[in-house]
C-alpha cells in the first residue's frame, strides 16, 4: 500500500485527531512544537476541545548541516544532545555549548512572540498532547518530554503525522504514547509526505494561538 501524502497541515491534524487514545477527564492540553506543528495542532486542540499552546525547542544544527539535528533546547537552557551522533561526526564540545547558547536565545525569543505576556498553561496532573508536522531524529520533541516531565503531567503523548521507525522506537522511552499516522519503509524528510509544506511564519502561529485566548 502506497504511503499517504498529506494535502497540508491541516490535514494532517484531522487525521492525528482521529487516531488519539483516550484522555483523562480533566481537560487536556494541546503543546504544538513551533512553527509548523502549530497548523497540525489547531484541529486537534478542537477535536479535543483543548487549550492550545506551544512547546518552543530548537534544533541544533551540525556544523555545515543545520538540518541535521544533534539534539535540542529549550528556552530554559536545558539541552538533549545525541551524543552518539556528536562522536561520530566529531562535532566538537566549543561547537556545541554556542550551538546551545545560541538556540536557547532563539527559543527565548520565540517564546516571547508567540504567547507575549501570558502564562503557560498549568500542565500538572493533567494528559498533554505534543503535536509536531513529523519527526526525523526526534530530537526536538524528545528535548520538549524532557522538558515538560518538569511541569509533572499526568501523561505524556506525542502525535504526529510522519516519522521513521527507528525514531518512534526511541521515543517510545520518554512519551507514554506514541501516535504517528504514516511509518514510511523509506524516509528521507518530513517535507517530502506534504503537498503544501510550506515556511510557517511568526504570525501565522500568533493568528493560530489567538482563537485559544493567546
Excluded at 102 to 128: F, I, K, M, N
Excluded at 166 to 189: G, M, N, T
Aim: charged share 25%; proline share 7%; aromatic share 4%.
Amino acid at each position: 500500500m502506497r504511503d499517504r501524502v498529506f494535502a497540508d497541515r491541516e490535514e494532517a491534524g484531522r487525521v492525528l485527531s482521529g487516531l488519539l487514545p483516550p484522555l483523562g477527564m480533566q481537560a487536556p492540553v494541546v503543546l504544538a512544537v513551533p512553527r509548523g506543528g502549530v497548523l497540525v495542532a489547531v484541529p486537534v486542540a478542537a477535536s479535543l476541545r483543548a487549550r492550545l499552546d506551544v512547546v518552543v525547542v530548537r534544533k541544533l544544527g551540525a556544523p555545515g548541516n543545520p538540518e541535521l539535528g544533534l539534539g535540542a533546547v529549550g528556552a530554559d537552557g536545558q539541552a538533549v544532545v545525541d551524543e552518539s551522533l556528536v562522536l561520530a561526526m566529531r562535532v566538537g564540545q566549543d561547537f556545541i555549548r554556542a550551538e546551545i547558547d545560541r538556540q536557547r536565545r532563539e527559543a527565548q525569543r520565540r517564546e516571547s512572540v508567540y504567547r507575549g505576556e501570558a502564562r503557560p498553561p498549568d500542565l500538572q496532573g493533567r494528559d498533554v498532547v505534543v503535536v509536531d508536522d513529523g519527526i526525523a531524529t526526534g530530537g526536538t520533541v524528545e528535548a520538549a518530554a524532557v522538558l515538560l516531565r518538569g511541569r509533572r503531567p499526568a501523561r505524556l503523548v506525542l502525535a504526529v503525522p510522519v516519522a521513521p521507525r527507528q525514531s518512534l522506537d526511541r521515543l517510545k522511552r520518554v512519551y507514554d504514547d506514541v501516535v504517528c499516522a504514516e511509518v514510511p519503509s523509506r524516509f528521507y524528510a518530513v517535507g517530502q509526505w506534504y503537498d503544501d509544506f510550506h515556511q510557517v511564519t511568526d504570525e501565522q502561529v500568533r493568528a493560530a494561538l489567538r482563537p485559544a485566548g493567546q
